[in-house]
């Protein structure tokens, strides 16, 4: 009966719905296939913030595991792809849009944790992707675009936030950010650390062996008062188009 791609998804919809309820946010999925034991996939996965609006939405997502990865302690996602994506991130003061996310799922139990899952992750691709990330609390926006995003995984290792890339492709790719005076008061800045990006709070540590970018465009602007020179380099507009790199 649990094989029954019907089946699973009255089952998927109904654990939505109950999230929907724990976390007043909605949580919605219109289709769920599970291949015993290897293989998910999910279509339209919708996930709303706390003021209903969208925080991330999926067409198409299939990810391809290590057979009876239940019974090894270990994960490993083979492939990821990811099709007609939308993530919105945003804040206007401390808490970001999806920290009601990070509140419900995290462990308060005081009791000693068991041995974790050891996971790890080879190739993820992505097809149509549209990130928006507004940070009024810094004043940093981030936009990212990309028609095509194709990424092979040499190591994932999460306990120390470190991630080695084998190669990257981008195609079709927009990404720009603006910088702007935001919404935290001075006194906030003393207290955190001078390192502290909206981008990487984690630290993460990426390395990346190969980049190939075919038909890049990037954008930076900051918001500043003074008369642009057309004859003068301006660090604070920066525009590049067609960009390509291999």
Request: proline letters at 0%.
């Given at each position: 009966m649990l094989q029954i791609p019907a089946i699973q998804t009255k089952i998927a919809q109904?654990?939505?719905?109950?999230?929907?309820?724990?976390?007043?946010?909605?949580?919605?999925?219109e289709k769920v296939k599970f291949h015993f034991f290897d293989e998910l996939e999910l279509n339209n996965l919708l996930?709303?913030?706390q003021q209903k609006d969208t925080l991330l939405f999926t067409g198409?997502?299939?990810?391809?595991?290590?057979?009876?990865?239940?019974?090894?302690?270990?994960?490993?996602?083979?492939?990821?792809?990811?099709?007609?994506?939308?993530l919105h991130l945003n804040r206007q003061n401390e808490k970001w849009n999806y920290q009601f996310l990070i509140d419900y799922f995290k462990d308060d139990s005081g009791k000693k944790k068991k041995k974790g899952w050891i996971v790890d992750c080879k190739?993820?691709?992505?097809?149509?992707?549209?990130?928006?990330?507004?940070?009024?609390w810094i004043g940093e926006d981030?936009?990212?675009?990309s028609k095509k995003t194709e990424i092979k995984i040499d190591k994932l290792d999460l306990k120390n936030n470190r991630f080695k890339l084998g190669s990257a492709f981008l195609e079709d790719t927009y990404f720009s950010q603006y910088s702007y005076n935001g919404n935290r008061p001075?006194?906030?800045?003393?207290?955190?650390?001078?390192?502290?990006?909206?981008?990487?709070?984690?630290?993460?540590?990426?390395?990346?062996d190969s980049l190939n970018i075919k038909k890049g465009f990037f954008?930076?602007?900051?918001d500043v008062s003074y008369t642009r020179q057309a004859d003068r380099f301006d660090e604070n507009h920066i525009l590049l188009k067609q960009i390509s790199l291999s």
């Open positions: 109904k654990l939505a719905k109950d999230l929907s309820e724990k976390l007043h946010a909605k949580v919605s999925i996930i709303e913030d198409s997502a299939n990810v391809v595991l290590n057979d009876w990865f239940f019974l090894k302690n270990e994960l490993i996602l083979k492939n990821i792809t990811f099709k007609n994506i939308t190739k993820i691709n992505l097809y149509d992707v549209h990130v928006k990330q507004i940070d009024g981030f936009v990212f675009h001075a006194g906030f800045r003393k207290k955190e650390n001078k390192n502290d990006s909206s981008l990487n709070e984690k630290s993460w540590a990426i390395e990346l954008t930076y602007d900051r």
